[in-house]
């Protein structure tokens, strides 16, 4: 099993900065990466951004990509979201999800264990 808590979350005004943390515990290393998605009030989970274990490329989402970076540290148990230049409809709550098979990393349904998320408001 796979303990997943985020953290890094807050009010911040759009132009602003953020940096969220993931930060794992169990058996990360029998994954091959980890991702981040959001969800705001009345929408649907949506993909953000991934870094597979192998040291590939990362993925991103077209709303995201030049603002945001997705990193892990060395012994891949804790992951970040750099997120700059927020604006007011990066609002959402937060999560982080381990990559368990597959090679759409877009898609949550290859992932699996969640953390509880983190709430991120930009005000306009």
């Known amino acids: 099993q796979v303990h997943l808590v985020e953290s890094g979350g807050g009010l911040v005004q759009a132009g602003g900065s953020l940096r969220l943390s993931c930060v794992a515990s169990?058996?990360?290393?029998?994954?091959?990466?980890m991702g981040w998605f959001r969800q705001a009030p009345g929408k649907e989970r949506e993909f953000v951004a991934a870094?597979?274990?192998?040291?590939?490329?990362?993925y991103y989402s077209g709303s995201v990509k030049g603002r945001f970076t997705i990193a892990s540290d060395a012994a891949k148990t804790t992951v970040y979201l750099q997120m700059n230049s927020l604006k007011a409809e990066d609002t959402a709550v937060y999560y982080c999800?381990?990559?368990?098979?597959?090679?759409?990393?877009?898609?949550?349904?290859?992932?699996?264990?969640w953390g509880q998320g983190t709430q991120v408001t930009v005000s306009s």
């Open positions: 870094i597979p274990w192998s040291g590939g490329s990362t």
């Open positions: 999800a381990v990559h368990a098979f597959g090679r759409n990393w877009v898609n949550s349904y290859e992932y699996d264990y």
């Open positions: 169990g058996r990360t290393f029998s994954y091959d990466g």
